[in-house]
């Protein structure tokens, strides 16, 4: 049995942990925006997380993941050494990097995982890249490093103003549009209102914008029919279909109904799990 152990495990911020698994067949094929699905063990929910980072020499694949529902919680409570039961990928359709001159790459809160392995692909073929990332409050920021050493202009974002420049992603995109930067593509990814409204700006810009729909996946394989989609009139699935679609085609008040439905679910699967695990240590 092939085992996915955990190489290195580490706390990004209180709710998002980044982990290295050892999954050398899935690190030779990655690239951004395609994502895993895994299982902790045996009877173990499957669930999509997007790869964030691969290394094809080592056989490495890096995890980027909020503790939100039952299966994080377990995930997080795992520790360098353990193995995985399940980690099948690549899977889903990579982002498409290749010929662009100028992007703009925009990640909100923990959209940011999933944004970062795309800008390090774009800076990696020469392309310029601004990236910027928006979070609450200083204390929530990640990846903030990363970003910086490969992008040519890097926006840091705050709604409080603790860290960055206070105000939102479209501030800082709409002021780089503003100053004469003619980009590609847009490429954002972060919670769903958030892409809305970036998508708004830049369709008054007339800016081709791709968004990752990565946030409403849920059984990653098109059968649970969890992730469906409005784009262009038509019916898409994130899963099989992307993640990645044209932002200026996707109805975003559909999607963010839809994926509003499982929050009281994963909350209570959440408590449930941490209950289990006091228990465990009394």
Do not use: W
Not at 144 to 165: A, H, V
Request: negative net charge; glycine residues 10%.
């Amino acid at each position: 049995m092939i085992m996915y152990k955990i190489i290195d495990k580490e706390s990004l911020n209180p709710t998002v942990t980044r982990m290295t698994i050892e999954a050398p067949l899935i690190a030779k094929k990655a690239e951004p925006g395609q994502f895993v699905i895994l299982r902790v063990d045996e009877n173990g929910e499957r669930i999509p997380l997007t790869i964030a980072d691969y290394d094809r020499e080592n056989g490495y694949v890096t995890i980027i993941f909020q503790i939100i529902g039952s299966t994080t919680e377990k995930l997080n409570h795992m520790e360098v050494g353990e193995c995985l039961y399940d980690f099948v990928g690549p899977l889903g359709k990579p982002t498409e990097t290749e010929g662009l001159k100028k992007v703009a790459v925009v990640g909100g809160g923990v959209g940011c995982a999933i944004a970062y392995p795309v800008a390090k692909k774009l800076h990696e073929l020469g392309c310029e890249v601004h990236s910027i990332a928006g979070f609450r409050t200083q204390d929530l920021v990640i990846l903030q490093n990363e970003f910086e050493n490969i992008s040519d202009i890097f926006k840091l974002m705050s709604d409080d103003g603790s860290c960055g420049t206070k105000g939102l992603v479209t501030d800082a995109l709409k002021e780089l549009i503003e100053n004469g930067n003619k980009y590609d593509c847009v490429i954002v990814i972060g919670p769903m209102i958030m892409m809305k409204f970036v998508c708004m700006l830049t369709k008054e810009y007339n800016v081709k914008t791709i968004v990752s729909m990565n946030p409403i996946m849920v059984d990653g394989t098109g059968m649970c029919g969890g992730c469906r989609l409005t784009v262009g009139g038509e019916t898409k699935f994130a899963c099989v279909d992307g993640p990645d679609f044209d932002g200026h085609l996707v109805d975003f008040d559909e999607a963010m109904k839809r994926s509003s439905m499982y929050k009281p679910f994963e909350t209570k699967k959440r408590e449930e799990t941490c209950n289990l695990f006091k228990k465990e240590v009394l």
